[in-house]
């Protein structure tokens, strides 16, 4: 072993010196006859991207593509960062943009939250902003999406169709369901929104809930699901990433409907997915770029996306037009309208802590 | 044409050991050719050189008196050289026949010609006067079976000059005689034989002249007529060597060891009992009984104490040695530094508070290697830098100096050269006198019968009978070994 | 007889000699690397230049270089110590995992030491069940410590959903470990957790330990040689059942030490695969002490360089893994010829 150990060593050594020096040859002409870089113009806006990184056709997909979008429009230099790492190197990270000509950073990670005060503090100069979670700074813009809105209207919608005669899919209880991801106020903000909205229409409708505690198991999304068709619900609503995916798959296969959220479903079961509740972070990060490009950068503040912008809102029932009664879906566009003129106002588990149909 | 194969004035050296130095031999077609040596005296790398497997630094390869260069083993082969290596490269779970004809099958169109391949396998082997189970399973047969398949490999190759490296170094006596018969038969049938081999006894029984290599430098070459036993000894070592033979113990006390299981037998403190077989007569399980590598059938008892059931450390505190029979997988670790394996079992007593004295450590292994004139450079030198016979003195330093009640020693001469033996031996002995028991298992009969005072033999894991030590048994260690009654 | 040359160097050219084996995946990660950028238009010496700058050229990138190389440390480490006994203990990254999340949560009620002590048994915790099996029964440890990664991964997602979610937050954590409880930072502003000090006292420790302690001697001579270890009264088992434990402990202090200095939470994506990076490291630095400061600094000053350079070049993170992952298959080609 040694002694084939020795030649194999040997025979690297003959082969890769002439190798690497072809290659250290070939670099150099290469660095030789590119040019400079072009003359820097005078803003740049990052983006930090989340966990899970680009490709994973849901919210670090989509905010990239209100990126790409926002700053070629608006002539800024727009810069993408992902990392194997980003939970660790958040700091170190955010730190070399913040000394690097960058003058607006978009951070969409969201455990770098606790340490972006301080860091934003460092930096006066650039401007950064955060998704889905209130961040205080002078020169932090917070970005909140009003999810309770959108999970509202699912709410109310779910609530007349249950009660909806003729229709295979919709059985004569009058009984609908929602699946958590995890007990905790930022998914309870989503199913607090949804029971208000459908005993708003109807007090005796009946909202089974349950939480998945996982948001990437769609096999116990589908069993949760399966029990509650099994009880008598008709429209399960789920607030649960992967998980969702199996809540879909068991409405499809009892003949019921499943509601979707964050990106459009619709299409994964064409005419079992009612609608999906959808949550537009490209919208998100189209503004805040847009305020940056216009020096109206909202530092210290927080702009509440909601169904005014069209950033929360439900699809446009591209299946399922045919099933939902033109009534219903007048009524669910009045609610609308209400819920943006400020004459119907949603609870908010985050801000106002939880109401009285939804246990903390 | 003398000269089929040769060497005109060939040096090579690696690194600073100079392997051969102005080497000049001349072998004669017809003729059965010893080169003999003590251990790191040159043999391999001279072998290795004429077989085309390594070229050297100055010098050259003479073939049928002309001197070529052999750029590698397919010239040796071209030129009609074969080498039978120690480690015989045979695949198992073919038959003898597939194995001969392995890679040159004889074919009639796009099949193999079994009967064929057969009837040249066959006449192959009567014309050097041997009978093979050809349709039996390489790995169902001995290794000297599989050696003379070798043989007939080369020779079906079309070698007609054989190289064989230390050949009988894992045969037993009785198949040590069958391969020279074989050699004999070659040298008949006008084959040339170069055989390498550090035992004198067998050498001057086969061949018609003797290269002697000493420090990589040729000493002599002389025909066997002109040599004897001691002479020729004394050629290889380069010194007087003094024969101690068989010496009895004088005293005997308690029993030190007792067995009792598959295999039972008994030593007492001032005797050497040795243990013959045929390779797997049981000596390797009855050896790691003993050590405590194999879990027990029946009860072993050290110095009247139950140890069964102990580990191996227990039993070594308890006054055991050991001198493993595989050296290079047990009985040291060869990438370890030597002071390292010096160390190796006492390490816990040179240790305060689970530390290591760097300085006592290497105090210590200094003591034991240079005790037992270990030739090294630093105790930092991993094992594998040392010549086998230098190797063997560690292990054999290492055991000996704990002056354990009881020895178990596996082959303690295997692949050491003269000198190095008759230096073990004498160790053995005064460790004996000294009135510690030695449980001596080996595969070389001589060995046995010069040390041992009393010699179990084991045939299928079983007793199969007990002689008294000396040169008188040999006969019927023999017969017992194979499983019959002495009569 | 010596056939090899190279079987009996003197020291300096043993040195050479090892240096350069060391360097060679590199220099080849690098060619391979410059083939690729070259081929997508990059100059590559442009980008290598940006990566040495971004690794080291100032205390906030080396603060960095050294903070992505602090859990390699921990890992490397813990992986080298038992790949030194012969064990082949790939489960450092479930060992981390958990330690990172007992850590997090002890130290929330109990404070910094609790934490850091919590997390190494936790470690330990995981490494028992290889150990004992492979000491026992010599059940292969490379399936069952792999396995236990997959245990763990399952078992600290189910126990965070459950148990320990942080009120208020949406994704998958652990509540924020007050300040009081925090590693302290070494360079502030710059984010270097003390977690590195405790990492390099780590290995110095490992390299006095393993070269002369009685048990480091064992453990060597395990490794080295299982048979020569038993035949001379050395218990391999429970060498094995030890070293596992200790590369358990360590691992589980890596988790722990990232959560309470670097992360201050548990949260989803608390190790991208450092157990995993720990192995390559591992068999880069030979189980060596200096060898795993290397290779730890090595693959740290690529994460973190990779990332940053990705704000001065539009080169995407694809290419520095393709450079680490070059240099990760020569380590598995060795993890392949010591097995």
């Known amino acids: 072993m040694s002694y084939l150990g020795g030649v194999s060593c040997e025979v690297m050594r003959t082969r890769l010196v002439p190798l690497s020096l072809v290659s250290v040859v070939a670099l150099v002409a290469a660095g030789c006859s590119s040019e400079t870089t072009p003359q820097a113009p005078p803003k740049k806006a990052a983006l930090v991207i989340a966990q899970g990184g680009l490709g994973d056709e849901s919210y670090n997909d989509l905010a990239m593509s209100g990126f790409t979008a926002a700053t070629k429009e608006k002539g800024v230099e727009g810069q993408h960062i992902e990392s194997s790492d980003v939970v660790a190197q958040g700091e170190q990270l955010l730190r070399r943009a913040g000394t ?51 999970s509202y209207l699912a709410g109310a919608l779910a609530a007349m169709m249950t009660t909806q005669t003729g229709n295979p899919k919709i059985n004569p209880d009058k009984k609908i369901g929602v699946i958590g991801g995890t007990k905790s106020v930022g998914i309870d903000k989503f199913l607090s929104g949804y029971i208000e909205g459908a005993k708003g229409v109807d007090q005796s409708v009946e909202v089974l809930t349950a939480y998945s505690d996982t948001f990437g198991d ?64 490209d919208l998100a990060v189209r503004k805040v770029v847009e305020a940056y490009a216009d020096n109206k950068f909202p530092g210290g503040q927080v702009i509440n996306l909601g169904l005014a912008d069209g950033a929360v809102g439900l699809t446009e029932f591209e299946f399922t037009k045919n099933e939902i009664p033109e009534s219903v879906r007048t009524k669910v566009d009045d609610l609308k309208k209400k819920i943006i003129s400020g004459e119907l106002k949603v609870w908010n588990v985050i801000d106002q802590g939880y109401p009285t149909w939804l246990q903390g | 044409m003398s000269v089929r194969l040769g060497a005109r004035d060939v040096s090579r050296a690696f690194g600073p050991v100079r392997a051969n130095e102005g080497v000049s031999v001349e072998i004669r077609a017809g003729t059965v050719h010893a080169v003999v040596g003590e251990n790191g005296a040159g043999k391999t790398t001279l072998m290795r050189i004429l077989y085309g497997l390594d070229q050297p630094d100055s010098g050259t390869v003479v073939i049928n008196d002309q001197p070529v260069r052999l750029r590698g083993p397919a010239d040796g082969i071209g030129h009609g050289i074969g080498l039978v290596p120690q480690e015989l490269a045979m695949i198992g779970s073919l038959t003898l026949l597939e194995n001969l004809v392995l890679g040159t099958e004889p074919r009639s169109g796009p099949r193999i010609d079994w009967a064929r391949a057969r009837g040249e396998a066959e006449e192959l082997a009567s014309r050097v006067g041997v009978e093979l189970p050809w349709t039996a399973l390489a790995d169902n047969v001995s290794i000297s079976v599989r050696q003379q398949v070798e043989i007939l490999r080369a020779l079906r190759r079309g070698a007609d ?92 006390g308690d029993e030190v060891l007792t067995v009792a299981g598959s295999v039972s037998l008994s030593v007492r403190a001032g005797e050497i009992v040795g243990v013959a077989g045929i390779a797997g007569s049981g000596q390797d399980e009855l050896v790691e009984r003993v050590v405590g590598l194999r879990p027990p059938d029946g009860r072993i008892t050290l110095a009247g104490q139950d140890i069964s059931t102990l580990p191996v450390d227990r039993r070594r505190a308890a006054g055991l040695g050991y001198i493993s029979g595989d050296r290079r997988s047990e009985g040291l670790s060869m990438d370890a530094s030597l002071a390292d394996n010096t160390i190796a079992g006492t390490h816990r007593t040179l240790g305060r508070h689970g530390w290591l004295k760097p300085s006592a450590v290497r105090a210590y292994a200094k003591r034991v290697l240079d005790g037992y004139s270990v030739r090294y450079g630093r105790t930092t030198a991993v094992a594998r830098t040392l010549s086998g ?99 | 007889m010596s056939v090899c040359p190279r079987s009996n160097p003197d020291k300096y050219s043993r040195v050479l000699t090892s240096g350069f084996r060391a360097v060679v995946p590199f220099v080849i990660a ?203 009264g050395i218990r391999v088992g429970r060498v094995i059942i030890v070293s596992m434990l200790i590369s358990g402990a ?83 080609i060795r993890l392949w010829r010591q097995r």
């Open chain 1, 100 to 150: 690097s000509g960058y003058g607006l950073v978009i951070d969409l990670e969201f455990s770098h939250g606790e340490i972006l005060p301080a860091i934003a503090s460092s930096y006066p100069n650039v401007q950064w902003a955060f998704l889905n979670n209130k961040i205080d700074g002078p020169n932090i813009a917070s970005v909140l999406f009003a999810e309770h809105d959108g």
């Open chain 1, 218 to 281: 769609p096999t116990k999304g589908s069993q949760l699901a399966e029990t509650m068709f099994q009880q008598g619900a008709d429209i399960v609503y789920h607030v649960a990433g992967g998980t969702g995916a199996g809540v879909i798959e068991a409405a499809k296969k009892n003949n019921r409907y499943a509601i979707g959220v964050d990106d459009n479903q619709d299409k994964l079961a064409p005419g079992f997915v009612l609608t999906s509740v959808l949550k537009r972070a």
């Open chain 2, 161 to 252: 000059v054989l190289i064989l490296d230390e050949p009988t170094a894992a045969l037993a006596p009785a198949q040590v005689d069958d391969l020279l018969r074989l050699l004999r038969g070659l040298r008949e049938a006008g084959r040339t034989v170069v055989f390498i081999s550090h035992k004198v006894d067998e050498v001057l029984a086969v061949a018609d002249e003797i290269t002697v290599l000493r420090g990589g430098k040729v000493i002599t070459t002389r025909p066997v007529g002109d040599l004897d036993r001691t002479s020729l000894i004394e050629l290889i070592v380069g010194q007087q060597v003094g024969f101690t033979g068989f010496v009895p113990s004088a005293v005997t």
């Open chain 2, 389 to 487: 016979g230098n190797q063997q003195r560690v292990v054999i330093g290492r055991e000996l100096d704990r002056d354990p009640k009881l020895l178990v020693a596996a082959g303690p001469t295997r692949g050491v050269d003269v000198l190095g033996m008759t230096y073990i031996h004498d160790k053995l002995r005064a460790l004996r006198d000294n009135g510690s028991g030695v449980l001596l298992v080996s595969e070389q009969l001589d060995e046995l019968l010069d040390l041992s005072d009393r010699i179990i033999v084991l045939h299928g894991g079983r007793v199969a009978g007990e002689v008294p030590g000396g040169p008188a048994s040999r006969t019927a260690i023999g017969t017992l070994m194979l499983g019959r009654t002495p009569s």
């Open chain 3, 30 to 232: 690098l060619v391979i690397g410059g083939a690729v950028l070259l081929a997508t238009g990059h100059n590559p010496l442009a980008f290598y230049q940006l990566l040495v700058r971004e690794s080291f050229g100032g205390t906030d990138r080396i603060a960095a270089t050294l903070s992505a190389a602090t859990p390699l440390l921990f890992t490397g480490l813990a992986t080298a110590i038992a790949f030194r006994a012969g064990v082949f203990n790939v489960g450092v990254e479930g060992g981390f995992v958990l330690g990172g999340l007992t850590g997090a949560t002890v130290a929330l009620h109990a404070g910094l030491l609790a934490g850091c002590v919590a997390g190494a048994l936790a470690g330990v915790l995981v490494s028992a069940l290889p150990a004992w099996l492979k000491a026992r029964w010599n059940v292969d440890e490379v399936v069952t410590t792999l396995m236990s990664n997959f245990v763990v991964a399952g078992l600290t997602g189910w126990l965070v959903t459950a148990f320990l979610q942080a009120k208020g937050v949406a994704n998958s954590a652990t509540p924020l470990i007050p300040r009081s409880a925090w590693l302290p930072d070494l360079l502030p502003p710059y984010g270097l957790t003390s977690g590195v000090l405790i990492a390099l006292v780590l290995v110095m420790l490992y390299a006095v330990w393993i070269k002369h302690s009685v048990l480091g001697y064992e453990l060597r001579q395990t490794g080295l040689n299982p048979r020569f270890s038993a035949a001379q």
């Open chain 3, 250 to 332: 360590i691992a589980g202090l890596g988790g722990a030490a990232h959560a309470l200095g670097v992360v201050h939470r548990f949260v989803d994506g608390f190790s991208p695969g450092y157990g995993f990076t720990g192995i390559a490291v591992a068999l880069l630095g030979r189980n060596s002490a200096v060898g795993v400061v290397l290779g730890a600094v090595l693959f740290g000053a690529l994460a973190s360089a990779g990332t940053t350079a990705q704000l001065f070049s539009d080169i995407p993170l694809d290419i520095v893994d393709v450079l680490s992952g070059t240099v990760m298959v020569f380590a598995v």
